[in-house]
Every structure is written in structure tokens, then in C-alpha cells.
């Protein structure tokens, strides 16, 4: 059985100790955080400068992880559709073999293959002839993981060196694209030095330097100095060396001939591939006309790691020259590890190692990981593949140990052991269940919470560890609230803390739980409390009433009637009939003058309606309502917020001096019944419920006339009207409509009218009526507001429901 060591160039971030100072790389072309690795993406575009990893795909040379693996050139007759990199055709030809070809005969390691349906992902067979064999010999140590659901990697590692591959099995039949792998460049920006180094007068210090053979540059196009080598004529025969961070299984050498001149230079070499200080292979160039580059396949394979590269000329003019050396193969990681530089860890299960160039695992994850790569498993899952899930009653972010399942960070409260699978035990709850439940439960409480299941006589509250009052009878109470299930004779309330009125009639002074309310009285008094005396004059002893109206029960003391016998009887010479006469006489007067009132207002607005004047005319009186003509010394009141309408103000005799103020700040006569006033003034508070203008001084004297409103100050001839909404307070110029009905899906609207007639409160819904007044007006009805004391007349409001 063959070793097998692999692993993945998937790299986040390099994570190996050496490269914490620099974590990415500041050079194009060139990536890694010492910038060893070069990068390789379609249209030479710049790589991903951590990782590698390349946006645009990878150069059509190379693929795999970073697109750091040289693609083996080969050919398959009559199978277009597996060379033209395009993994969207894929075989049609059935089962039969598909045998490829390869341009240069190398030992194999690995192949990638891609499938256009997962079930046939490892259902290929890799097989291989030799060069200079005749047959194919089938891969008996393969290994295969997956690198995505279409994806394969086959690992097969040859001794001989192989000219021909032939892929079998029934994955054929699905089979789309093919890569067979060449290695990676392992030589880049290694250490090297050289016998001597040929230099002129003003020569750069890196001109035909050691280190420009492993630049990335193979001379082609480019001033030789600067990217090739070149020994001393005068020094002994000139050699080149690579020496190697670490060994290295390598599977073939290129060297790059200087182009521009002394091409011959090379013919003859000898290179030598060691593992200090014993192990070696050796190489001599054969002759014969020079080349352009040199490939060198050890065959069989070198059996040994390498660590070491050495280039002696053989030229009769001593000199060597080299512009590119490039080292093909893998790096030769210890077991359990893989990446670039074999700094990241296999998660293989039963510990076995990984393929280097991906991470994959042949055999599947470790318990704990899954992926191409085996990663840890995301918080909350564990087990083989992670497919399985933490108890959802661990603690914290509900993680757990990737291969037990065990809770990582202790449970959530209620629960307990290694898997936080268990509850409390009874009489414990909470995390960790080491808190107690309350001694005056019940029952066990609730294991997570520690509410008690019930709670003992006389205790109350979720944990039971309030008290009920001491004034419930036989001190129990509701075990949620602490209210009294009874209180003792003579208390009532929440807790029976209030007593019972004194004159609740018994011996306990007995009256209702939970209102007080007495469940019979005492003689002589009377009401839910027992709190309202009886009339002295009811008849009978003790003045004894009817316990809920107090009328009395045995009729009334002579000399009094009524029900609560609160009413002299008349003296017999008729003076009752007379008195009664008299209350009558007045409420028929009383009528009378408010009907008279009534009617005096009406002639008023009848009267202004024929004097003709017009509407934006200044008003001979001031007052608070369009329709309404104050005499001197009258009030009109404030419409209230439930008329829902709109108050206008119009201008006063004198229109400088009208004011218009807030309820707390007025220079003269104004709304704070706190403030002192001068004789002919009036105040009174203009509240928020009204919602409206009001009128706060006399007009007997023009000077003083003030008018307030709760929101807002205005001052000048610009009258106007305030419209209230749920959500903004506007005033508006009296010649523009306002709306005035506060959270009412139809408006109500005073217009300001340019005609005879008195101004109207209407009902609009989507249009505003204009100043011809061309549509209709419902039908206003009007209320009378009653005057404030001292005033003798109201004013009629005009408004609509």
C-alpha cells in the first residue's frame, strides 16, 4: 500500500507562524503574505492577494487550489468536448473508455475530473500505461474525495513515468472536463546562490544575480540581465544552486536558456537533485543543438524527498547561464498536515491523512467536521458529517463539543448534565439547579422559573413569599394577586385593610367585601354607607328611613310632608295653594322672557341681513360670531368643543388696537382669572377643551377690546379663524376656507363669503367650496350658547352635525 499524503491550497488567510507581520501581499502578480506565490488567473489578471484565489478563473495552464497547479497538456482523439475547457459538454458516446494522451510523459499524482451528475462523482476508474509500455494498468491504490458535488479528485501517485491514461467505470457516461495534474512550482523565490556572478563597470546590483532564476520570468521579451543569470568567465566551470525551505516530492525540472545570444552556453549541463547530504539524482544533458527550454523527468520517479537543486556547465568558456528554473511536484508534508506550506491540519476520520493539494479526505471527516476540506462544524452541530444537532437546551450560543455533542457552555436554566438532557431534580430550579424552591410552596415549583405550583395557607406571589394580610379571615388569600378570599367582620377592600362604616347596623358592622357597602344601617341613617342622616321629622322612633332612598318608613311628624318629610305643611289658610300659585306665576314669566329674548335676537339678524353690508367690511361692534350684533357691553360666548365648528372673529371698532393673545400672556385684559382687572374688563380662562376664540374684554372700551386664543398670538387687521384637526392647529385668513370638525372623516368649513348674505358653516368632502359660491350648502340648524354671569344676551352659532 502506497503512503498517501495530501492536502489543499484553500487558504482564507496564511495562518503559519512566520508570516504574522505582513498578511498580504503588496506586489502584483503575486500573492501570500511574503509574496512567494504567483499568481495565475485568466487575462493575467491580479489574484486575490491573501489567498490566491482568482475572480476571473484560472489561467488556462493551470487550475486547482489558487490556480497554483500546472495542467498536463493532452489529446483524445475524437473527444472534443473533454478538451475544450468548457464543463457544459460532456460525453455522449456511452461507457466506452476515454483515453487521453499527454503532450509531455510525466509520473502522475492526481487527477481532477468533472461529472454532470453527482451519483457518478466516484464511479471512475483511473488507469495508466508507461511510457514505452503497451497496456494499461489499472490504479490500484486510487483514492478519490470530493471537491464539490460535479468534482472529483482522483489520487493515483506513479513511479513510472506515464504517457497515456484510459478513465473506465460508469461515471464515464457523465464525464465533461479533465485535468491531469503536472504539480506546482515549488522553486519560487527559494534561496539560491551561485559560483560566481559576471558584472561591467556600472552594472546594477541585479544584473545576472543568483536570485533572478526564480523571479517568475523566463527571459522571453526582457533585458537577459535583469531576469537571468551569469557566471564569471575567468572564475572555475560556473553552477547555480536552489536550496529548499522544506523537502519536496518533485516530478520533473525545467530550465530556461538565455534567448538573445550564447544560447549554446547550456548544451551539456548537468543537474543534480539531492536530499543532503547523500541521496541524489543525476542528469546529464545528452548535447546536441540548444533549446529553448529543457525538461528534465527523472524516470522512474525520484524515490526520495529533495531539498536541494544543483546546475554545473559544462561549456568550455566556464560560463552558466539561467533564466528560469522551475521545480514541479509537492511539497512533502509530514502526516495530519497540508496547504502551501503544510501549515494547516487534516480532520480525516481515524485520523488518515488528507490529500495536500486540497484537504480532501478519502475516507470521510472526523466526527466534528465536514466539507471538501473537513472544516469544524458550524455552532449547534456535531457528530460525523455534522449532521447532527446540539440539545437545544444548551447554554450560551447553544454550541456543544464537535464529536460528543456535549455542552460547551453548561445548560439553560432548568437542566442539567453533560448533554443538559436532564431537568431539575424536584425542589431545585433555575442554571445549574442550585437554587431551592421556596419553602412555602406547596408543591415543587417550576424547575426552570422556581414558580411554585401552589403556595402554602396564608402566602401568596409567584415564589409564595409575600404574606396575605393579616386582616383576611383565617389569613388565606388569592395566590396570584394577594387579594383576601373573605375579610373578618367589620373590614373590607383588596386586602380588608378598610373598615366597615359604624352605622352598618349588626353586631360585626357587616357590609360588602369589596365595595364597603353596609349590608343594612343603623336607625336614623341611611345610604351605601350608612352615612346620610334621617330626616328629624320622620315619624316614629329613632327617625327610621328606607335604607337606599332615606325616604321615611312611618310617614312623616305632623306639621311636614314630602317623601323625606323635609317640607312644612301649610298653616290651613290656604297659604299653600297660594305659594304654589306663585312658583308657577314665575316659571310662566321666566319663559316669557327668554321667549322674548329669543325673539329680539332674531329681529337683530333679520335687521343686518337688510342693511346690506358686506362681508369683508369692518364690523360697527366687535364680537366673536359673524352672524351676531352685540350691543355695548355684551359678551358672546365661546363655542364649545362640542359644537365642533369654527368661531370667526372680525375686526373692532378700532382695528390697531385689536389684539389677539395667548391664555397667558396679555398686555392688557386677558384670560388668566389669576390677574387683576380694571373696571369694564372681564376674565375667564379660555381652556384647551373649548377649543375656540373667546372674547375677553367689554367693548365699551375699544382700546381694551382683547380677543385670546389657547395656541396662538396675532396681532393686526388680518383676522382669523382657527380650524382644528387631530394633527395640526392652522388659522386661516377669513377669506379662505378652514376646517373646523376635529377627527371627523367629512370637514365642516366656515367660507368667508364676498356677498350679502351671512356667513354659513359647511359640510365638504373632497372639494373646497370657492368664492362664487357655486355649489350647494346643506341646511345649517342653530343652538344658542347661554351668556356668562353678568351678560344679558348669548349668540347663535351656526353650525352642522
Known amino acids: 500500500m502506497v503512503s498517501v499524503k495530501f492536502c489543499i491550497l484553500f487558504i482564507t488567510t496564511l495562518s503559519c507562524t512566520s508570516c504574522l507581520a505582513q498578511t498580504t501581499c503588496g506586489t502584483n502578480g503575486w500573492f501570500g503574505a511574503t509574496c512567494r506565490y504567483m499568481c495565475h488567473c485568466r487575462g493575467n489578471t491580479q489574484c486575490d492577494r491573501a489567498d490566491g484565489s482568482c475572480s476571473s478563473g484560472c489561467h488556462d495552464d493551470w487550475f486547482g487550489s489558487a490556480c497554483q497547479y500546472s495542467k498536463i497538456a493532452f489529446t483524445a482523439t475524437g473527444l472534443s468536448w473533454l478538451t475544450d475547457n468548457d464543463a457544459a459538454t460532456c460525453n455522449n458516446e456511452g461507457t466506452q473508455p476515454v483515453n487521453a494522451t499527454l503532450s509531455t510523459p510525466v509520473p502522475i499524482t492526481w487527477i481532477r475530473a468533472v461529472v454532470n451528475d453527482s451519483a457518478y462523482l466516484h464511479e471512475i476508474q483511473l488507469n495508466y500505461e508507461a511510457k514505452g509500455g503497451s497496456t494499461f494498468e489499472a490504479c490500484t491504490s486510487q483514492l478519490t474525495a470530493a471537491v ?26 457523465r464525464l465533461c472536463s479533465l485535468y491531469i495534474s503536472g504539480g506546482r512550482n515549488l522553486a519560487l523565490k527559494q534561496t539560491t546562490q551561485q559560483s560566481s556572478r559576471f558584472s561591467t563597470d556600472g552594472s546594477p546590483p541585479t544584473s545576472w544575480v543568483a536570485q533572478n532564476a526564480l523571479d517568475g520570468k523566463t527571459g522571453v521579451g526582457v533585458e537577459s540581465r535583469t531576469t537571468c543569470t551569469h557566471t564569471d568567465p575567468q572564475s572555475p566551470p560556473g553552477s547555480w544552486t536552489v536550496k529548499f525551505l522544506k523537502n519536496l516530492d518533485v516530478n520533473r525540472i525545467l530550465l530556461y536558456n538565455r534567448q538573445d545570444c550564447c544560447s549554446q552556453r547550456l548544451v551539456n549541463f548537468q543537474l543534480t537533485a539531492l536530499l543532503a547530504p547523500n541521496d541524489r539524482f543525476v542528469y546529464n544533458e545528452p548535447g546536441g543543438s540548444p533549446k529553448i527550454i529543457y525538461t528534465v523527468v527523472p524516470s522512474p520517479k525520484i524515490s526520495f524527498p529533495v531539498n536541494e537543486v544543483n546546475v554545473l556547465t559544462r561549456s568550455s568558456d566556464n560560463i552558466l547561464t539561467l533564466c528560469e528554473v522551475v ?75 464537535r464529536l460528543s455533542g456535549a455542552c460547551s457552555l453548561g445548560c439553560d436554566p432548568g437542566y442539567t448534565g453533560a448533554f443538559c438532557e436532564t431537568m431539575c431534580p424536584d425542589g431545585t430550579y433555575g442554571a445549574g439547579c442550585i437554587s431551592a424552591c421556596s ?14 405550583g401552589a403556595c402554602s395557607s396564608g402566602f401568596f406571589g409567584f415564589r409564595c413569599q409575600s404574606e396575605c394580610s393579616t386582616d383576611c379571615s383565617a389569613q388565606t388569600c388569592n395566590q396570584i394577586t394577594g387579594a383576601c378570599d373573605s375579610c373578618e367582620p367589620g373590614f373590607y377592600g383588596h386586602v380588608c385593610s378598610e373598615q366597615c362604616s359604624s352605622n352598618c347596623s349588626g353586631s360585626d358592622s357587616a357590609c360588602n ?11 336614623g341613617v341611611y345610604g351605601a354607607t350608612c352615612s346620610k342622616l334621617c330626616s328629624v321629622n320622620c315619624a316614629g322612633s329613632g327617625n327610621s328611613c328606607d335604607q337606599e332612598e332615606g325616604t321615611c318608613d312611618e310617614g312623616c311628624d305632623e306639621g311636614y310632608i314630602g317623601e323625606r318629610c323635609d317640607v312644612p305643611e301649610s298653616d290651613g289658610s290656604g297659604g299653600s295653594t297660594e305659594k304654589s300659585w306663585g312658583i308657577a306665576a314665575t316659571v310662566v314669566a321666566v319663559v316669557i322672557l327668554i321667549l322674548a329674548v329669543v325673539v329680539v335676537v332674531v329681529l337683530l339678524i333679520r335687521l343686518r341681513k337688510a342693511s346690506g ?18 350691543g355695548s357691553g355684551e359678551y358672546s360666548s365661546p363655542v364649545t368643543a362640542e359644537a365642533q365648528t369654527t368661531q ?14 395667548k391664555m397667558n400672556e396679555s398686555p392688557q385684559g386677558h384670560a388668566n382669572p389669576e390677574a387683576e382687572l380694571e373696571s369694564g374688563e372681564y376674565s375667564s380662562p379660555v381652556t384647551a377643551e373649548a377649543q375656540t376664540t373667546q372674547k375677553v374684554a367689554e367693548n365699551d372700551a375699544p382700546d381694551d377690546t382683547i380677543y385670546c386664543t389657547t395656541n396662538e398670538s396675532l396681532q393686526g387687521t388680518n383676522l382669523y379663524e382657527k380650524a382644528i384637526t387631530n394633527q395640526s392647529n392652522d388659522y386661516m385668513d377669513a377669506s379662505t376656507l378652514a376646517m373646523a370638525t376635529p377627527g371627523s372623516e367629512t370637514a365642516l368649513y366656515d367660507k368667508a363669503e364676498n356677498d350679502s348674505e351671512p356667513p354659513e ?20 340648524r342653530t343652538v344658542t350658547a347661554s351668556p356668562p354671569p353678568g351678560h344679558s344676551s348669548g ?7
Open 327 to 401: 521545480v514541479f511536484g509537492e511539497n512533502s508534508c509530514q502526516d495530519g498536515q497540508y496547504g502551501l506550506d503544510c501549515e494547516r491540519q487534516c480532520n480525516c476520520r481515524n485520523q488518515t491523512n488528507c490529500f495536500i493539494h486540497s484537504g480532501g479526505c478519502p475516507f470521510g471527516c472526523e466526527p466534528g467536521y465536514a466539507g471538501v476540506d473537513c472544516m469544524e462544524c458550524q455552532v449547534g452541530r456535531y457528530g460525523d458529517d455534522c449532521s447532527r444537532i446540539c440539545n437545544d437546551t444548551c447554554g450560551g450560543d447553544n454550541s456543544c463539543d
Open 613 to 630: 353690508s358686506t362681508r369683508n367690511e369692518p364690523s360697527d361692534k366687535g364680537h366673536a360670531n359673524p352672524g351676531a350684533e352685540l
Open 648 to 661: 370667526k372673529v372680525v375686526k373692532n371698532d378700532v382695528p390697531v388696537d385689536t389684539r389677539y393673545c
Open 513 to 523: 367585601r369589596i365595595t364597603g357597602a353596609c349590608e343594612s344601617c343603623e336607625l
Open 439 to 452: 419553602q412555602t410552596c406547596a408543591t415543587s415549583c417550576d424547575y426552570i422559573s422556581g414558580v411554585c
Open 761 to 780: 358653516y359647511y359640510e365638504m368632502t373632497s372639494t373646497m367650496v370657492n368664492e362664487t359660491n357655486t355649489t350647494p350648502k346643506p341646511s345649517p
Open 148 to 173: 464539490d458535488d460535479k468534482t472529483v479528485d482522483i489520487f493515483c501517485p506513479t513511479t513510472d513515468v506515464v504517457s497515456q491514461i484510459s478513465l473506465t467505470g460508469a461515471g464515464v457516461a
Open 795 to 801: 349668540t347663535v352659532y351656526s353650525f352642522l352635525d
